[in-house]
């Protein structure tokens, strides 16, 4: 096999593992745009996604698109339950406390999932077949047309969504100036619900639609969240372009650093590569420097 | 200040006397945890809660101190006292040098640039085998020895660590109450002002990130010693963002609130194990609803708590009188 | 009147007390350390069930030697310091004569020195090659020895005349150890690694790697891990149109592996104990007896197939009980007899411990199974 086709490979595996990474990412910064929390349970959404839809498939023998839209349906309940319960009830806590609050809600969530559904790895079957697709040499299986399609339908969407309709707007609005919007009249606390809606229903989507290729179980959340953190952390925590790039580079970083130099070393790589990044540019990667407020 | 140092010697009594109630038996292992997770809960709030710069990846200053001593007692044959020293100053140099571009970054790439160092160095605990053993752990480390007593039994272990965890205390408490503790937090308020005030920002952040690196590793070795192996899998992320954890539920920029939370938060499972299979979800509830409750922190929490009881009490006996 | 009760008082205590001593003279603790939650979950939780099961049967039976047995178990959560404290809390608190466990190598490398120190029998269920070598006095294990499935493996590629081969081991305890026996023993059977690959236990994806091994010269490979990563490994493979062999360890010697990794299981072969094709062995196999009764008991109480990893458990009780049939009451005289073992007709293999040889097992402990058809076949 010649090296540019191993090259190739490399790319391809990168960039539907960094779709993935994209998309839990997105998560993450929606909720912290409106709320500014770091949401540790977001990878625990992704988790649900793909546990709850192995349930209803597997377990209550439901066929695959409606398994799909109740474990979507189901993971929202959860991110509402959660907002309501542990985000709404608390008025003058510190960004920090919160963030404390979600790693209890994920140790809670994942917790619970163990009870309920055990310790068991399990399959997934993908959606439509899964004889590889060849290009140039380097192959691709259909469920990553999926997971490439899917993305891009939920970034679109979004940005409409964030772009054009009102509630999107008064969320942007959040998002610059919690209290400026709420003198405008915009009830923030709803917008609060609505972001906690959104990124459930969109990280337990990221989580069906891998897992008919990596699987799923109690505990993959955990992974998934910590890579999807970084995918937004990198994008500047918007909830755009920004994003997706991260989670690319990051998957790229991971794929190449383990084709080419070392795969035990490949995490450790794509962070040093990123570290050094953040060091020329302490602003992030994809946002202008912007004056800092004192 | 004389109200610090009655406190004081009161938790040092309580460390003392502590032994003599439990006479031996499993909980003193666990209280030999709770000392060393106390020094890295302090040593992480002189960063997060004085100057308010936050670290996800603690552990990795905890584990090269870990296994700086450890190889170097293990694979190396050095004194036990002396690899202790060589871990430190490891863990404080590498805190230095990261420091200047690390501590540069704010807010959110503080917190991932942190994870990233936090997640580099258990990648390398974890691959360089040759030296550390690699996932399957270094074993064979000898504990420390001061004289003819070998601290090799729980209640020695104890006194040993529990004595470094009170120098601990008494270094931050002394630190939070000086020149370098004000300056510390006008830079958690506003960076700027302080830098307005003549207040090198800069480096004084660096210098307290090696300071509170130079304690994680001093509390690494202190963990190889009384362990006697090592593995990876204890200096990960997870454990990092524990730490954070003590610290928050404890209250920010309170030494005796890291204490508590060090002490609570090493305890909880353990009081937990009755509820078996259930602990984990148990865990999370609690961890939720305390920091609901108390926002602040146990070490403001509680006096708030036990201050609103006793004014309820208080509303009755009117009533009835 | 008050010397009266004083009387009956010390008349009930007395009772009691006798009760009590009697009760502890007829009762022999067992103390259990297993990582039934964590990464390790998919050793801890057969291994608790397992041996929760037999002890209970045991004591059903009457007990060993009219004294009952009384487990004492506790997860560690996979964690090799809780290991610890839990190993202190068994000895100090719960006075347990001998402990079973823990699961994974790292945690019993660390709960080895307290187990010395305190000089309490340990049976690790642990496949680390370390435990028992260089051998403990305390130390004894029941899980079979990475040597012995590198050996079956190395031995059939030799066979058929495989000189080059990829490894791709996953980077925890279970992979660093496999990977270290089959770099150790490639040179002994002619067999030279071209590509030593890593992925880590919880990546969801290891084409790139797989892509570089496509690009070599290897002609076979051997993927050394477990659940869920090998699966991932078989399907990326098939994903890539990778034809060369792929054979992996006996960490994913169970239905489960099949399962997850569905079509692309179909042709892989790898080293298991015989648990997995108790029902194809010969009726002449002096394991048979033990291995259909813990597969169909296993199956009776927990509605799953038993497998190895359970009988690692089933072992270790089974060992005790011999121990203690044998005359061990205190942990010193148990693990006197337990050196004294000699065919036991186990799960895991027939083990015969002895002062040189704590882990007791000789390579006929595996057989080399194959996948055909969503089912094990034995490889001749």
């Not at chain 2, 609130?257 to 090493?266: E, N, P, Q």
């Not at chain 2, 979800?281 to 509680?302: E, N």
């Not at chain 3, 610890?84 to 020195?113: C, F, N, R, W, Y």
């Not at chain 3, 009776?300 to 049939?325: C, N, P, R, S, T």
Request: aromatic content about 8%; charged content about 15%; some cysteine.
């Amino acid at each position: 096999m010649e090296l540019h086709q191993q090259i190739l490979q490399y790319l391809l595996s990168g960039f539907s593992t960094g779709a993935i990474y994209a998309l839990i990412g997105f998560g993450f910064a929606i909720i912290y745009n409106a709320t500014t929390i770091i949401n540790f349970a977001q990878g625990e959404f992704v988790m649900l996604g793909g546990m709850l839809s192995y349930f209803f498939l597997s377990v209550v023998h439901l066929p695959l698109p409606a398994a799909v839209v109740l474990a979507v349906l189901a993971t929202t309940a959860v991110g509402i339950a959660f907002e309501r319960l542990a985000i709404r009830p608390l008025k003058n806590a510190t960004p920090l406390s919160l963030v404390i609050i979600t790693i209890g809600g994920s140790i809670l969530i994942r917790g619970l999932t163990m009870l309920i559904w055990g310790k068991d790895t399990h399959a997934l079957p993908s959606f439509s077949g899964s004889e590889p697709i060849d290009i140039g040499g380097a192959t691709i299986l259909p469920q990553n047309l999926w997971i490439f399609g899917i993305t891009i339908v939920i970034i679109v969407v979004n940005k409409l969504f964030f772009n054009y309709s009102i509630t999107g707007k008064a969320m942007r609005a959040c998002a610059t100036n919690r209290r400026a919007a709420s003198l405008v009249g915009i009830d923030v606390r709803r917008m609060v619900l609505f972001s906690f809606v959104i990124s459930s229903a969109m990280g337990s989507m990221a989580g069906i639609i891998i897992a008919p290729l990596t699987m799923t179980a109690y505990d993959v959340g955990i992974m998934l969240g910590l890579k999807g953190f970084c995918a937004a952390i990198i994008g500047g925590l918007s909830s755009g372009f920004g994003t997706v790039l991260g989670g690319l580079l990051l998957g790229v970083l991971e794929s190449l650093g383990a084709g080419l130099i070392s795969s035990g070393y490949k995490d450790a790589i794509a962070f040093v590569i990123l570290l050094l990044i953040l060091f020329i540019r302490p602003q992030g990667l994809f946002k202008k420097a912007d004056s800092e407020r004192v | 200040m004389k109200r610090e140092i009655v406190k004081f010697l009161i938790l040092a009594l309580l460390v003392l006397v502590v032994p003599l109630l439990l006479k031996g038996g499993y909980l003193m292992n666990v209280l030999v945890f709770v000392g060393i997770n106390t020094m890295l809960a302090v040593a992480l709030n002189l960063l997060l809660g004085f100057a308010g710069q936050i670290s996800l990846g603690h552990a990795a200053f905890f584990g090269i101190g870990a296994y700086c001593s450890g190889i170097l007692t293990a694979t190396f044959g050095l004194n036990p006292w002396h690899a202790m020293a060589v871990a430190a100053c490891a863990g404080t140099v590498l805190a230095f040098v990261v420091g200047f571009p690390i501590l540069k970054l704010k807010g959110h790439y503080l917190a991932m640039a942190t994870l990233g160092l936090g997640i580099i160095v258990y990648i390398v605990f974890n691959e360089a085998v040759n030296l550390t053993g690699g996932p399957s752990g270094l074993s064979g480390i000898p504990n420390l020895s001061v004289g003819k007593t070998v601290f090799d039994s729980d209640t020695k272990n104890y006194y040993l660590i529990w004595g470094f965890t009170l120098a601990t205390i008494l270094l931050s408490l002394n630190l939070a109450h000086s020149r370098i503790g004000r300056a510390l937090r006008a830079i958690h308020d506003s960076e700027v002002a302080a830098r307005v005030m003549g207040v090198n920002a800069r480096l004084l952040k660096v210098r307290i990130f090696a300071l509170s690196a130079f304690i994680s590793a001093v509390a690494g070795s202190l963990y190889a010693h009384t362990m006697t192996f090592l593995s990876p899998a204890s200096f990960g992320f997870n454990f990092s963002v524990e730490l954070v954890t003590m610290v928050v539920i404890g209250g920010l920029g309170s030494i005796y609130g890291s204490l508590f939370g060090a002490v609570l938060l090493t305890l909880l499972p353990e009081m937990l194990r009755t509820f078996q299979d259930y602990d984990i979800v148990v865990y999370g509830l609690i961890l939720i609803l305390m920091t609901m409750f108390m926002p602040g922190g146990l070490v403001r929490g509680i006096p708030a708590m036990i201050g609103a009881v006793s004014a309820r009490r208080g509303n009755g006996g009117n009533e009835h009188a | 009147m008050m010397t009266k009760r004083l009387r009956l008082l010390s008349a009930v205590l007395m009772v009691l007390f006798c009760c009590n001593a009697a009760l502890a003279a007829s009762t022999i603790k067992i103390g259990a350390l297993f990582s039934v939650t964590g990464p390790a979950a998919f050793l801890g939780e057969p291994e608790r069930n397992t041996a929760q099961m037999l002890v209970n049967e045991i004591n059903k039976a009457g007990g060993v030697k009219g004294q009952k047995l009384e487990l004492v178990a506790y997860d560690t959560g996979g964690d090799a310091t809780k290991a610890v404290q839990l190993a202190t809390k068994l000895i100090k608190d719960d006075k347990v004569a001998a402990i079973i466990g823990p699961s994974t190598t790292g945690e019993s490398m660390a709960v080895i020195p307290v187990a010395e120190k305190d000089q309490v029998p340990l049976i690790s269920c642990a496949a680390g090659i370390k435990i028992t070598e260089p051998v403990k006095k305390w130390v004894f294990k029941t899980a079979q020895n990475d040597t012995l499935a590198v050996a079956r493996i190395f031995e059939y590629l030799q066979k058929h005349k495989v000189s080059k081969v990829a490894i791709l081991t996953v980077s925890d305890g279970f992979g660093a150890s496999g990977r270290e026996q089959l770099k150790a023993q490639a040179g002994k059977y002619g067999i030279q690694i071209l590509i030593d690959d890593t992925f880590g236990p919880k990546d969801t994806d290891m084409t790139a790697q797989l892509t570089k091994i496509r690009g070599s010269q290897a002609q076979a490979i051997i993927c050394w891990g477990t659940n869920p990563g090998p699966a991932i490994v078989a399907k990326n493979a098939r994903q890539l149109g990778i034809k060369i062999p792929l054979y992996m360890s006996h960490g994913v010697s169970s239905k489960k592996f099949i399962e997850l990794a569905g079509n692309a299981a179909e042709g892989i072969r790898l080293p298991s104990g015989k648990v997995i094709v108790a029902d194809l062995l010969p009726k002449s196999d002096p394991q048979r007896k033990s291995l259909m009764a813990f597969v169909q008991d296993y199956q009776k109480h927990y509605k799953v197939e038993g497998d190895h990893f359970g009988g690692h458990a089933w072992d270790a009780v089974m060992l005790l009980k011999g121990a203690i049939e044998r005359g061990g009451t205190t942990p010193a005289t148990i693990r006197d007899q337990l050196e004294k073992t000699k065919n036991y007709h186990g799960i895991g293999g027939t083990f015969t411990y002895s002062p040189a040889d704590h882990a007791g097992l000789t390579k006929d402990a595996f057989v080399l199974v194959e996948v055909k058809n969503k089912d094990w076949v034995l490889v001749k």
